[in-house]
């Protein structure tokens, strides 16, 4: 059996950092090891350690580098790569403007192919070895994503768009017509290799609701998928869904009417929320994927994590490409935290780790699978450049402790600080190298 050791700095989270001093939820390893054997992480120590345990492991060192599980995003839209970054004005000005006309030229097979493995390398060279993703309402750009990411060795969640109203005609689908592509498309990937289906009802607006009521029937059906749809990201969307189900107490109230919501639900957003739809939310463990970018970006407004947190509702941090404006889990993290300074609330950079391997994975429930540097996880592995920059490498000089050093990356890194990804499976493992030269 052919075994890898990975050598270098190691943090690993052994609790949740919201839940206890932030600082007191993770062991840090100046030189410590992973061990990976058949795609598993199959030990985790001292270097020294390992490596007596383990004479035979082919040893990969990575110096300074901080070793760490792959990010994990927890909502994207891969068919948006293209338009990533266009200028816009509010949600359904950009949906109308950029969106919509993009997401209609995926509906050519090979164009659809091209962005989807344009938008997996942008991912692994940030970093990021999980993503769930919103592909458009054709079933083959859903095609083109799920056999890109199986060619990679990827662990990816999609879902066939469904909307059946106010889009395009190019781009609407029927309430039968929905289900049945989705339930196709489950039937051909849910389960293969390293993916899995997401039930995806575009949000309440574009969805008549004999559409939501068929992707609840959908997801009863199949209830190891997750669900997956935005909530809450603008005020105006949120009068347009009280014009459009006007016997609803809310927008929450929508989704749960047709049984989309619950463990394994994931809500795009959530920021302009009742006190009864965060009370609902909790209860019945639904998920929540956090935007900060987009949010940003579109002008939606500022997402109350403190809140979330208070209810331990599972959240996760998500890219929102392309609405988000940037492929980068590091720039997401930077992005949450000066959100929550606008918000009265200072995130510790153990907790913006978390919010993107650990914390996104359980919203996933992907829990103790990706995300982790524990024993039996998917040994999915990234390591980051302590000093990627002359700015970052200046502040490291002086930094307190591993927190100092990881935050000044969080704040001012990019792709370069993610200097090689290991992707492994049972059947296959491959590390690639992106430092220079």
């Known amino acids: 059996m052919q075994k890898t050791l990975h050598i270098g700095q190691t943090l690993r989270f052994t609790a949740s950092p919201f839940h206890m001093v932030p600082t007191d939820a993770a062991v840090h390893d100046s030189r410590g090891g992973v061990l990976v054997a058949q795609g598993k992480i199959a030990a985790l120590g001292t270097a020294g350690d390992l490596r007596a345990a383990h004479p035979d492991a082919h040893e990969v060192d990575h110096g300074e580098a901080l070793i760490l599980p792959g990010f994990v995003d927890a909502h994207a839209h891969f068919s948006q790569t293209a338009i990533i970054a266009s200028w816009g004005k509010r949600l359904i000005d950009w949906l109308n403007s950029y969106t919509f006309p993009e997401e209609i ?17 942008l991912n692994l060279s940030n970093g990021i070895t999980t993503a769930c993703c919103y592909t458009t309402a054709h079933p083959s750009s859903g095609t083109a994503l799920f056999a890109q990411a199986q060619s990679r ?63 609840g029937a959908l ?48 809500m795009g957003h959530a920021i302009h929320l009742t006190e009864r ?15 900060p970018t987009s949010n940003a970006f579109i002008g939606s407004g500022l997402f109350n994590m403190a809140r979330a947190q208070s209810l331990a509702i599972p959240t996760g941090l998500a890219t929102d490409v392309g609405g988000g404006s940037s492929f980068s889990m590091l720039r997401t ?6 959100i929550g300074q606008l918000s009265g609330t200072a995130i510790h950079p153990a907790q913006l780790l978390w919010l993107a391997s650990e914390g996104a994975a359980d ?42 050093a990881l935050f000044a990356t969080i704040m001012l890194g990019d792709d370069r600080a993610v200097t090689s990804v290991h992707i492994a499976n049972m059947d296959k493992s491959q590390t690639t190298d992106l430092s220079d030269g």
């Not at 091209?114 to 997996?120: D, F, K, P, S």
């Not at 739809?277 to 935007?291: N, V, Y």
């Not at 993290?333 to 000066?338: D, F, H, L, Q, V």
């Not at 592995?381 to 700015?391: M, R």
């Open 105 to 121: 030229r995926l509906s050519d097979p090979d164009y659809a192919a091209l962005i989807a493995a344009r938008y997996l390398d």
């Open 153 to 215: 060795g990827l662990r990816l969640l999609a879902g066939k768009v469904m909307m059946d109203r106010n889009a395009p005609d190019a781009l609407c689908d029927t309430a039968q017509s929905g289900y049945d592509d989705s339930k196709a498309m489950l039937e051909r990937w849910h389960a293969q290799d390293r993916l899995r289906y997401v039930v995806t009802p575009r949000f309440a607006p574009t969805s008549t609701p004999e559409q939501l009521e068929a992707a």
């Open 219 to 266: 997801w009863a059906e199949h209830p190891d998928c997750l669900m997956q749809t935005h909530l809450s990201e603008q005020r105006e969307e949120i009068a347009w869904v009280a014009e459009l189900f006007p016997r609803a107490r809310d927008y929450l109230d929508v989704y749960e009417h047709f049984g989309l919501t619950g463990p394994g639900s994931v």
């Open 277 to 291: 739809e965060w009370q609902r939310i909790s209860e019945t463990g639904t998920a929540i994927a956090h935007c």
């Open 333 to 338: 993290m930077a992005a949450a935290y000066e």
């Open 363 to 404: 919203a996933l429930r992907l829990k103790g699978v990706v995300g982790t540097l524990s024993v039996g996880a998917e040994a999915d592995l990234i390591t980051l450049d302590p000093a990627s920059t002359p700015v970052i490498a200046q502040r490291v000089t002086d930094a307190r402790d591993i927190w100092d």
